[in-house]
């Protein structure tokens, strides 16, 4: 990691959970972390508590073409660029999809998980360029973009959209390899984690003996990822909680809600 102390990585999602985790991480490292997030109140808890010179926040709707690439050219004004790039945020809406009434959540959810890390592995892609520098984009995905099957839970187009956003990923590896440009791109797909995302879908608190990840077993897994050496790029993490052989324990399971509840991180 030490390569990448005094760089910048601009992390979505960054208020609560996995980003918030990760962007703690990142700078415990001596990197400099652009938050980006719709809850400006929580970007700035984090700011007091990792500090005002280690952490920027920005409010921005990652659904916005126009708030990413705002972001961006601050980025690019005021600390010259970015380094590495963690597409976290991300949305969660439980209406089956042939329940759904419109396509309105449909769009909500793969704007939010597909659309958004496309257009910011764009922006990324080409701060990189312009620098002639070398760089890491990491996607926070999930089990159900990997193996839906074992789920057994309906999460409408929450894994539709995962299963995407691996393949922008190797779509940007083709791309990036073409233009010759040194950027990694690496896919961490979780199992279940206790994050707000899961906590607002679940039907009552999550008892505290079943095995389930923690924000911080994610954010470790990105540090692994960019502490590979410049001859190593791992294009897949998959991080389960041990003693489950695969996706959601059962008694997560049988908590999830139906409803329709929509829950952005």
Avoid at 64 to 70: A, F, L, N, S
Avoid at 172 to 190: D, F
Avoid at 211 to 237: N, S
């Amino acid at each position: 990691m030490d390569r990448w102390n005094g760089k910048v990585a601009i992390v979505t999602g960054a208020s609560s959970g996995i980003g918030a985790a990760t962007s703690k991480a990142l700078a415990r490292h001596d990197v400099k972390v652009v938050g980006l997030a719709r809850r400006l109140e929580k970007l700035k808890e984090q700011q007091a508590e990792i500090g005002k010179n280690k952490f920027y926040p920005i409010e921005c709707d990652v659904t916005k073409e126009q708030d990413i690439v705002k972001a961006f050219n601050w980025v690019e004004k005021e600390l010259g660029g970015v380094d590495i790039l963690v597409n976290n945020a991300g949305l969660a809406i439980s209406t089956p999809i042939i329940d759904a009434e419109t396509a309105e959540d449909y769009h909500k959810v793969v704007d939010t998980n597909l659309i958004a890390p496309a257009i910011c592995s764009r922006e990324f892609s080409r701060s990189i360029k312009k620098r002639n520098a070398v760089g890491h984009i990491i996607n926070i995905n999930s089990i159900a973009g990997l193996y839906a099957e074992s789920l057994h839970i309906p999460l409408g187009m929450y894994g539709p959209s995962k299963y995407g956003l691996r393949a922008l990923g190797t779509e940007l590896r083709h791309e990036i390899i073409l233009r010759k440009l040194k950027i990694k791109i690496t896919n961490i797909s979780p199992g279940a984690v206790l994050t707000d995302m899961l906590k607002g879908i679940a039907r009552s608190e999550m008892p505290t003996d079943i095995p389930i990840l923690k924000d911080h077993d994610i954010a470790d897994a990105v540090m692994y990822a960019l502490g590979t050496p410049t001859t190593v790029e791992i294009p897949e993490i998959t991080v389960m909680p041990h003693n489950e052989i695969i996706g959601v324990p059962q008694r997560v399971r049988d908590l999830v809600s139906f409803n329709s509840i929509e829950y952005y991180i």
